[in-house]
């Protein structure tokens, strides 16, 4: 079998997993505002995502590196996101919405980075590019975006669970014909975790981003919301998710050609500056049509600020536990902002609106820039660098 014959099953099953990621993460909230929930109901379902995947995460972890494959485990996964997405689009109560999310989170949230660890195996293997492979996760979300955004117009936004069904039995069917690989990494211990949570240059450079993460993760639940309260139809939502997406593909295409010309923590307060500007200029909108023209930032904001996160955490941290400082670093990014940021985005936008909620992201954001800033010219963060970047 050729390269490009065993890798194509891979490429499809992100293809069509980002499009069931796409469907989520723009249109949700807008079922949920469709289901009767308002903006701080609406709040906690969201931070239940990022709530069940610090644990999901380390458990399908530990799963994986025990029975050696990944390819098994995201088969679970996924057969469980059909049955679990099932009931939990037949939720109606509030009550009812939050436990069923969190089944169903608990299957969905460890799917993208499995596929990704994956990706990046098949691709050491083979010895091609992680991006030729990881690059139709991004088209895949970009195209749901963009046509399932024009269909919700048309249908309703009740019928979404039909797309999302259609992308997920193709994500199922298409593993089936996934090549696995072996995996020989050890199961993530307590005590790895506890060694590097007392590494004073990685909790603070942490506690600092959260200030850029968890303005990130509001405008991930609420943009949609946002976008509808100035006007804007599903289509809308669709096109700005669109916009955003293939920028930051742009983004981390190109990363090659310039990102290392600086220090890592240079790109980071970039993109805080950009995410403050962003953030101001959103809240300040009086039409969908402003937001879209500017999505083009999320690729310039989100695409550099998390590869310049990566890259400083993998380096600050000793090789021998680089997995699990990743880990760390995804719970915070993802799961610990996320909660935070759902929650409260959603009590914000239902009290004072989107306006003060994006003008509030911008204050955040810039106070976060300035910490990272001053972070940046102290001795004591360079020499951590210096020093980790030799171990």
Same mark, same amino acid.
């Given at each position: 079998?050729?390269?490009?014959?065993?890798?194509?099953?891979?490429?499809?099953?992100?293809?069509?997993?980002?499009?069931?990621?796409?469907?989520?993460?723009?249109?949700?909230?807008?079922?949920?505002?469709?289901?009767?929930?308002?903006?701080?109901?609406?709040?906690?379902?969201?931070?239940?995502?990022?709530?069940?995947?610090?644990?999901?995460?380390?458990?399908?972890?530990?799963?994986?590196?025990?029975?050696?494959?990944?390819?098994?485990?995201?088969?679970?996964?996924?057969?469980?996101?059909?049955?679990?997405?099932?009931?939990?689009?037949?939720?109606?109560?509030?009550?009812?919405?939050?436990?069923?999310?969190?089944?169903?989170?608990?299957?969905?949230?460890?799917?993208?980075?499995?596929?990704?660890?994956?990706?990046?195996?098949?691709?050491?293997?083979?010895?091609?590019?992680?991006?030729?492979?990881?690059?139709?996760?991004?088209?895949?979300?970009?195209?749901?975006?963009?046509?399932?955004?024009?269909?919700?117009?048309?249908?309703?936004?009740?019928?979404?669970?039909?797309?999302?069904?259609?992308?997920?039995?193709?994500?199922?069917?298409?593993?089936?014909?996934?090549?696995?690989?072996?995996?020989?990494?050890?199961?993530?211990?307590?005590?790895?975790?506890?060694?590097?949570?007392?590494?004073?240059?990685?909790?603070?450079?942490?506690?600092?981003?959260?200030?850029?993460?968890?303005?990130?993760?509001?405008?991930?639940?609420?943009?949609?919301?946002?976008?509808?309260?100035?006007?804007?139809?599903?289509?809308?939502?669709?096109?700005?998710?669109?916009?955003?997406?293939?920028?930051?593909?742009?983004?981390?295409?190109?990363?090659?050609?310039?990102?290392?010309?600086?220090?890592?923590?240079?790109?980071?307060?970039?993109?805080?500056?950009?995410?403050?500007?962003?953030?101001?200029?959103?809240?300040?909108?009086?039409?969908?049509?402003?937001?879209?023209?500017?999505?083009?930032?999320?690729?310039?904001? *989100?695409? =550099? &600020?998390?590869?310049? +996160?990566?890259?400083?955490? !993998?380096? %600050?941290?000793?090789?021998?536990?680089? @997995?699990? #400082?990743?880990?760390?670093? *995804?719970? =915070? &990014?993802?799961?610990? +902002?996320?909660?935070?940021? !759902?929650? %409260?985005?959603?009590?914000?936008?239902? @009290?004072? #609106?989107?306006?003060?909620?994006?003008?509030?992201?911008?204050?955040?954001?810039?106070?976060?820039?300035?910490?990272?800033?001053?972070?940046?010219?102290?001795?004591? #963060?360079?020499?951590?660098?210096?020093?980790?970047?030799?171990?």
């Amino acid at each position: 079998m050729s390269n490009s014959h065993s890798l194509t099953p891979l490429k499809m099953l992100l293809f069509a997993f980002h499009a069931t990621n796409t469907i989520i993460l723009s249109y949700l909230p807008l079922y949920l505002k469709y289901k009767g929930l308002n903006g701080t109901e609406i709040g906690y379902v969201l931070a239940v995502g990022p709530l069940a995947s610090i644990f999901a995460q380390p458990f399908w972890g530990y799963m994986s590196d025990k029975h050696k494959t990944v390819k098994r485990i995201i088969q679970i996964c996924i057969i469980g996101l059909l049955v679990t997405s099932i009931l939990f689009f037949q939720m109606d109560t509030l009550l009812a919405i939050l436990l069923m999310g969190a089944i169903f989170y608990f299957f969905v949230t460890p799917i993208g980075a499995l596929g990704d660890s994956l990706a990046q195996r098949r691709a050491d293997e083979l010895g091609v590019s992680f991006g030729t492979i990881r690059w139709w996760g991004s088209v895949g979300f970009a195209t749901s975006s963009l046509i399932i955004g024009e269909i919700l117009t048309r249908v309703g936004i009740q019928y979404m669970i039909i797309p999302y069904l259609f992308f997920g039995m193709v994500a199922l069917i298409v593993t089936f014909k996934l090549t696995d690989v072996k995996v020989e990494s050890d199961p993530i211990q307590l005590k790895d975790v506890s060694e590097i949570v007392k590494s004073k240059p990685f909790v603070i450079f942490l506690l600092f981003i959260m200030f850029l993460s968890i303005t990130h993760r509001s405008n991930d639940s609420f943009i949609g919301l946002y976008i509808e309260q100035l006007g804007g139809s599903e289509g809308l939502v669709g096109v700005a998710w669109f916009v955003g997406v293939v920028t930051e593909a742009i983004v981390f295409a190109t990363a090659g050609f310039w990102f290392r010309k600086y220090h890592p923590l240079v790109f980071v307060i970039i993109a805080g500056i950009l995410y403050s500007i962003r953030w101001f200029i959103y809240g300040a909108a009086d039409s969908p049509i402003q937001i879209i023209s500017l999505q083009f930032l999320h690729g310039l904001t *989100f695409g =550099t &600020f998390y590869l310049a +996160s990566f890259n400083y955490i !993998s380096r %600050l941290i000793p090789k021998l536990l680089q @997995s699990t #400082g990743h880990l760390v670093f *995804f719970a =915070t &990014f993802f799961g610990l +902002s996320g909660i935070i940021g !759902s929650l %409260l985005g959603g009590a914000i936008i239902d @009290s004072s #609106g989107g306006g003060t909620l994006y003008f509030g992201m911008g204050c955040l954001a810039l106070i976060g820039t300035i910490l990272i800033t001053l972070y940046h010219i102290m001795p004591f #963060g360079k020499e951590a660098y210096v020093h980790q970047q030799d171990r």
